[in-house]
């Protein structure tokens, strides 16, 4: 499968396939054609099962190759890893011809590509995502960053990648915890624009009935986003609303410094208690937020906040998406349709 996002400064293709990994020099080769290094920027885990591979695939081809490997874990999206990172590239002599490579989930992607917007003012790189969250969300749409002991990913830009390579094989090697913590975001997407594709995840019985459809999973959540950002790049407008669930779902993570809850955990959270907000404001059709709970609980995600609301304000202020005193918030009026709902931050108090 392929998707293409098309972008008035920038167009690359998403490549979905099963077996990928194992021919990226050949995927690699079709776009890079000047340079002849590349650098492939992995944490611990993801090196463990794939980075010998992909190194050894890229020198078949006839590339110069150095691998990174960081520590696995949200920590390493910090500016305290950029020098490391900066420095390893000046060793290796990359230039503006050749080429970073992030292989692994959301951090691997956003850091090594906000290193790629800023080493030389720019440097291509590929996103190779390795966990089903980054694979239907963050390797898709250009957001990179890095984040501040404040709040995640409040220093970044946009900077596209030159192909995104998607390979559902490698997520055999995730834990289910892992594997959950991705179908969150999946679940995510049906909830703010398909309520088809939304009946389609209830209808699965098993994880192995979930893989048997991956690609059209995969498909589906990357076609939903590439229409997305073709609309709106920046994230002034209809952009904003694949952000269903995470002001709430960032705060969380903050509130327990990324140790307690996965991202996609912290997100399903923030989907059903924004839902709750947003019956109890009338903006949403009563029921949908128990609908969400129970695909949640299905998915073996969590849903309900276990702390008070108070306890995470100041967090969810932080939100990029906010303006002035209100709180710019992702509502849906039904499973299916979403819209921005600017709100006083008053009205948070609604949840318990």
Request: overall charge negative.
């Given at each position: 499968?392929?998707?293409?996002?098309?972008?008035?400064?920038?167009?690359?293709?998403?490549?979905?396939?099963?077996?990928?990994?194992?021919r990226i020099g050949k995927e690699v080769k079709e776009f890079l054609c000047t340079g002849n290094k590349i650098f492939v920027l992995t944490d611990e885990n993801v090196d463990k099962y794939y980075?010998?591979?992909?190194?050894?695939?890229?020198?078949?081809?006839?590339?110069?190759?150095?691998?990174?490997?960081?520590?696995?874990?949200?920590?390493?999206?910090?500016?305290?890893?950029?020098?490391?990172?900066?420095?390893?590239?000046?060793?290796?002599?990359?230039?503006?011809?050749?080429?970073?490579?992030?292989?692994?989930?959301?951090?691997?992607?956003?850091?090594?590509?906000?290193?790629?917007?800023?080493?030389?003012?720019?440097?291509?790189?590929?996103?190779?995502?390795?966990?089903?969250?980054?694979?239907?969300?963050?390797?898709?749409?250009?957001?990179?960053?890095?984040?501040?002991?404040?709040?995640?990913?409040?220093?970044?830009?946009?900077?596209?990648?030159?192909?995104?390579?998607?390979?559902?094989?490698?997520?055999s090697s995730l834990t289910d915890k892992f594997f959950n913590d991705g179908m969150a975001e999946v679940i995510k997407y049906g909830c703010i624009k398909d309520s088809e594709f939304f009946k389609?995840?209830?209808?699965?019985?098993?994880?192995?009935?979930?893989?048997?459809?991956?690609?059209?999973i995969i498909n589906n959540c990357c076609k939903i986003k590439k229409e997305v950002v073709e609309r709106d790049e920046k994230d002034t407008g209809d952009r904003m609303l694949l952000n269903f669930?995470?002001?709430?779902?960032?705060?969380?993570?903050?509130?327990?410094?990324?140790?307690?809850?996965?991202?996609?955990?912290?997100?399903?959270?923030?989907?059903?208690?924004?839902?709750?907000?947003?019956?109890?404001?009338?903006?949403?059709?009563?029921?949908?937020?128990?609908?969400?709970?129970?695909?949640?609980?299905?998915?073996?995600?969590?849903?309900?906040?276990?702390?008070?609301?108070?306890?995470?304000?100041?967090?969810?202020?932080?939100?990029?998406?906010?303006?002035?005193?209100?709180?710019?918030?992702?509502?849906?009026?039904?499973?299916?349709?979403?819209?921005?709902?600017?709100?006083?931050?008053?009205?948070?108090?609604?949840?318990?």
């Amino acid at each position: 499968m392929k998707l293409s996002i098309d972008l008035s400064h920038s167009k690359y293709d998403i490549v979905i396939e099963r077996g990928l990994l194992s021919r990226i020099g050949k995927e690699v080769k079709e776009f890079l054609c000047t340079g002849n290094k590349i650098f492939v920027l992995t944490d611990e885990n993801v090196d463990k099962y794939y980075g010998d591979k992909v190194v050894m695939a890229l020198e078949e081809e006839g590339y110069l190759v150095k691998k990174l490997v960081l520590k696995a874990g949200e920590e390493t999206k910090s500016f305290n890893t950029l020098p490391k990172v900066y420095n390893e590239l000046l060793d290796f002599k990359v230039n503006r011809n050749d080429l970073i490579l992030t292989l692994g989930g959301g951090v691997i992607g956003d850091l090594g590509g906000f290193v790629a917007s800023t080493y030389l003012r720019g440097v291509p790189f590929i996103q190779c995502p390795t966990t089903l969250l980054a694979q239907v969300d963050s390797s898709v749409g250009g957001k990179v960053g890095v984040d501040l002991e404040r709040g995640k990913n409040l220093v970044g830009s946009f900077y596209h990648p030159r192909k995104v390579i998607i390979d559902p094989e490698v997520l055999s090697s995730l834990t289910d915890k892992f594997f959950n913590d991705g179908m969150a975001e999946v679940i995510k997407y049906g909830c703010i624009k398909d309520s088809e594709f939304f009946k389609k995840l209830e209808s699965f019985n098993s994880k192995e009935e979930v893989m048997n459809n991956i690609e059209y999973i995969i498909n589906n959540c990357c076609k939903i986003k590439k229409e997305v950002v073709e609309r709106d790049e920046k994230d002034t407008g209809d952009r904003m609303l694949l952000n269903f669930g995470h002001t709430i779902g960032h705060a969380i993570e903050q509130y327990y410094n990324f140790g307690k809850y996965t991202h996609g955990e912290a997100v399903a959270i923030g989907m059903y208690e924004i839902t709750k907000l947003s019956e109890a404001l009338g903006a949403t059709k009563q029921g949908e937020s128990e609908i969400i709970k129970e695909i949640l609980i299905k998915y073996n995600l969590p849903y309900k906040l276990d702390i008070n609301i108070d306890e995470i304000k100041e967090a969810m202020t932080l939100d990029k998406k906010n303006l002035g005193k209100k709180l710019n918030l992702i509502f849906i009026t039904e499973i299916g349709n979403s819209f921005v709902k600017p709100i006083d931050q008053s009205q948070l108090s609604i949840i318990h």
